[in-house]
């Protein structure tokens, strides 16, 4: 199966579906959840320094010999790594652990007040030298965005955040979509924390898919990024098996009545 892809404003391919990797810390559990990714057909993988397991992904691919090339990675670059010197020495140090001459996608993980800017400067830098081939951010808002117009030689071509049928960010999306920015929703499935909803439930039913496989549809017709996690091999197989079928106008028009702003990760809001 070959696995939709969006382009990215700097002409790079990004598959619309990637393996979360945020807990997954365990090198056994890790290694049997990308051949289960690898076998049903992943090919995109979302690390972080902060996840502390990009050498294990970097030593997955290598025992399983496959094609770097064929690889979307990405990582980002954790909190204590912000400044520009810092995140400089950072990249390299992602780049030994994931045995790889380039990364896909390095974002920076958080708008880091003032420092931001710095580790922007590192992040385009890198790219120029040829060790990273996009550049993004993560959980930056409007505000951040528009202040990298007076700072950034590059904008970003991603931004990651928490995106889901509950917390929907309607002016975010359409800020970026204007601006050409791929937006990634991050805990596509609200972490697990709200699998039960009775109008998700019931489309489930309708179209013969999980509960895990309607929210992720409805990322995919927003034309979203989506990073499922899971360690779970039937689960990895069902969150990429949603290409077969498509929501209904009137059911998309009823899950957007399902945002309420539940946050399961951090709120960039209010960083200043
Ligand atoms: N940039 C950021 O700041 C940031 C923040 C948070 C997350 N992320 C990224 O987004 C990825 C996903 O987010 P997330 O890990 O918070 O949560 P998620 O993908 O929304 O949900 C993961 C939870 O759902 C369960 N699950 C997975 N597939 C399922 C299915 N088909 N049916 C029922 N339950 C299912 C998983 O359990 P099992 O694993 O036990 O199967 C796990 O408990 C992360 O791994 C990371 O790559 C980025």
Known sequence: ???????????????????????VKDAAAFNAAFKAAIDAGYRHF???????????????????????EELFITSKVKLPNFGEKRTASSVDESL????????????????????????????????????????GVSNYTIKHLEEMKTYAREMPVVNQVELHVFLQQPELLEYCREHGIVVEAYSPLAHGKR???????AMA?????????????????NSLVVLPKSITPERIQQNIDIFDFELYPEELQEITKLNCNLRTCWDPNHVP
């Open 1 to 23: 199966m070959s696995l939709p892809s969006i382009k990215l404003s700097d002409g790079h391919e990004i598959p619309q579906v990637g393996l979360g990797l945020w807990q």
């Open 96 to 135: 030994a652990k994931l045995q790889t001459s380039y990364i896909d996608l390095m974002l920076l993980h958080f708008p880091v007040t003032v420092l931001r800017r710095k580790s922007w400067r590192a992040l385009e830098d890198a790219k120029t030298a040829g060790k990273i081939r996009s550049i």
């Open 195 to 201: 699998m039960q909803d009775e109008v998700i439930t």
């Open 205 to 221: 039913e309708q179209h013969g898919k999980s509960y895990a496989q309607i929210m992720l549809r409805w990322a995919i017709e």
């Open 46 to 68: 979302d690390s972080a320094q902060f996840y502390d397991n990009e050498d294990l992904l970097g030593a997955a691919v290598q025992q399983m010999g496959l094609n770097r």
